[in-house]
């Protein structure tokens, strides 16, 4: 069974209705994201659903209609540092990048696994492929990018992302506004 976007935000809808999340969501302010393929998934849905506000890809290869196109909506991308020698994909998935913001963190010294459970389940750098990034500050600074930036874009809380970069110095963030009128506060 394929899985689209629009079944996804039906059920939503549906569970809205009747159930335990009776008129407990609000499907003015759907964001998703997911890492790796599912990273790249979040993207996709963000260009099919009109339902869907933001996207994040959390160190996943976008993949699908990006090429062609530009994200309508906020998007953020959080990559784990990958070596010079490793193929950038996405830097030609991101090439139009937003007409809304676009969010590009870098979470220096950490590998694909970094956002995962892996490090926590296999200490072992040379078997969980982890980076040199300490894994519980890996996830909490990941944690903190998303949540900041679905509070900043759904919840429209005044919050400058931006300000986690001097905060950490694991991280790199560059923030792309086309539109010289957009601020980050």
């Keep these: 069974m394929v899985c689209r976007y629009s079944d996804v935000t039906s059920k939503l809808e549906e569970w809205n209705q009747k159930g335990t999340f009776r008129g407990k ?74 007409n809304d913001v676009f969010y590009k963190a870098w979470i220096h010294g950490s590998a694909h696994s970094n956002f995962m459970d892996i490090p926590f389940m296999i200490p072992l750098k040379e078997l969980s492929q982890a980076g040199e990034i300490d894994p519980y500050l890996g996830m909490q600074l990941t ?10 874009h759904l919840k429209k809380k005044n919050l400058d992302i931006n300000s986690l970069a001097s905060e950490y110095d694991s991280l790199e963030l560059s923030i792309d506004r086309p539109d010289p009128e957009l601020t980050e506060n």
């Design 143 to 152: 944690t903190k990018l998303v949540i900041s930036f679905f509070d900043k």
């Design 25 to 98: 969501l609000d499907l003015n302010r759907i964001g998703v994201f997911g890492h790796s393929r599912g990273g790249g998934a979040a993207g996709d849905a963000l260009l099919k659903s009109d339902k869907i506000k933001l996207g994040a890809n959390i160190d996943g290869v976008q993949w699908g209609d990006i090429v062609d196109n530009r994200f309508q909506k906020p998007f953020m991308f959080i990559s784990a540092d990958w070596p010079d020698e490793h193929e950038d994909f996405n830097s030609h998935a991101y090439v139009n990048k937003s």
